[in-house]
């Protein structure tokens, strides 16, 4: 079986070739991948090359294929698993392979599994240890954002609490907390996750400094709609220490999230915390020697936590899973671009310089990258696209099953 994939050999070298894959075993399957969705990580990889601790030092002669947010389908399942798996069965896999030790990962260490191709084989051992987790979604896409989406549900497991009569791992139920620098594809997740997961505060503020992005996310997660929740949500374009202090009575907040590498933004979460408050830094600097000023004083007296994870684990990935399968979140809200194998390599070239949210990439066809609010405008050349452009619309703007079922018919 052939497999056309993004290959990196070092450092910003990204090639999309064509390669013979080997034939799977009894205990191995092939796969489909049909979406990936770019993120900031394999960005910092392709920076780094070999530099990047997950990357193999000898990755310029054993190229890896790049990409671990992705959703497939199974095309052929070895002997040892055919009365577990069955064709045609949409998978995922949490790329970070913890049971390997060290820092093996998809995405960033295998020259034979990557989410930017177009087939996979699935390794027995990933299969042995339940990685490879089926998915019962009308969406491939959906799929694809399992991944990040439970990385930021790893951050809420994270923060914890002292002063209560339990010790407690995740936001405090019923409490303040703010995500800082809150409107990026992740942060659209957090804030979903606190108004719809299991845990929810009773008020959420949600700051921002780019406005459009800042409106765009208060339309999405209408106030009026969280106060029926009991939730007060509030949307706010400020750096004021002052101004958010007062928006949470004068108390603080008992969980900050910071989803930007900024050190100005760290010490305005450090202020703002309450008494046994906790502050998760949900943002991967590029530069390791990457620091913040930190209130110590009040790490004592105020008893001021501090957390922050990097990845997930196999139990949020099926966390993240339910709350899809129950529609108690919208993975969609994150997605702003789609394209095409073709658009691969200068999509994660210039990952940060592209604005908008998640990009997702469509393995099986070419098209370069497209943002979702240009569908209308293509649609008077394209007839394809003003399809596009009426299915999302029916769906608030947002990509959608539909939208992706007639994309993967047409393109």
């Given amino acids: 079986m052939k497999t056309r994939a993004v290959r990196l050999y070092g450092e910003k070298d990204l090639r999309l070739e064509e390669f013979e894959l080997p034939t799977i075993r009894d205990g191995e399957i092939l796969i489909k991948i049909v979406s990936d969705s770019v993120c900031m990580s394999t960005y910092k990889t392709a920076m780094q090359g070999a530099k990047h601790l997950r990357v193999p030092d000898n990755v310029a002669e054993n190229p890896i294929i790049i990409g671990h947010e992705f959703c497939g389908e199974i095309v052929s399942v070895g002997e040892m698993w055919q009365k577990e798996y069955v064709v045609g069965e949409k998978v995922i896999i949490p790329p970070v392979l913890s049971y390997l030790g060290g820092n093996q990962t998809i995405g960033y260490s295998f020259g034979e599994i990557g989410g930017v191709s177009t087939y996979s084989v699935v390794y027995e051992h990933i299969i042995r240890n339940g990685f490879l987790i089926k998915l019962q979604s009308d969406a491939f896409f959906k799929g694809s954002l399992i991944e990040p989406a439970s990385c930021v ?23 303040k907390t703010a995500i800082l620098a809150g409107c990026g594809p992740m942060g659209l997740v957090a804030i979903d996750i606190a108004l719809h997961g299991d845990i929810k505060p009773s008020l959420l503020v949600v700051s921002d400094i780019d406005e459009n992005r800042l409106r765009r996310a208060e339309q999405i997660y209408a106030p009026a709609e969280a106060a029926k929740n009991g939730i007060k949500i509030v949307f706010v374009n400020t750096s004021s220490k002052d101004e958010l202090m007062e928006i949470s009575g004068g108390t603080g907040y008992d969980d900050v999230f910071v989803y930007a590498p900024v050190a100005s933004v760290v010490a305005l979460g450090d202020a703002i915390l309450a008494f046994d408050g906790c502050l998760n830094f949900f943002a991967g600097p590029i530069d390791k020697a990457f620091s913040a000023p930190v209130n110590f004083y009040n790490v004592h007296y105020a008893q001021h936590h501090y957390a922050g994870t990097s990845g997930s ?47 997702l990439i469509y393995t099986h066809i070419d098209l370069p990258l497209t943002a979702i609010s240009d569908f209308s405008k293509l649609g008077n050349s394209d007839s394809r696209f003003a399809t596009l452009a009426a299915l999302v619309e029916k769906h608030g703007g947002l990509w959608c099953a539909e939208a992706e079922q007639y994309l993967l018919e047409n393109f």
């Fill in 153 to 175: 549900l790893r951050g809420y497991k994270a923060n914890y609490h002292l002063d209560v009569d339990t010790p407690t791992m995740n936001i405090k139920e019923g409490g």
């Fill in 313 to 359: 684990t196999p139990d949020d990935v099926k966390d993240i899973v339910r709350l899809i399968g129950k529609n108690s979140i919208d993975p969609a809200v994150m997605v702003t671009h789609i394209g095409g194998m073709d658009a691969a390599i200068e999509t994660t070239l210039n990952l940060p310089h592209i604005p908008g949210g998640k990009k």
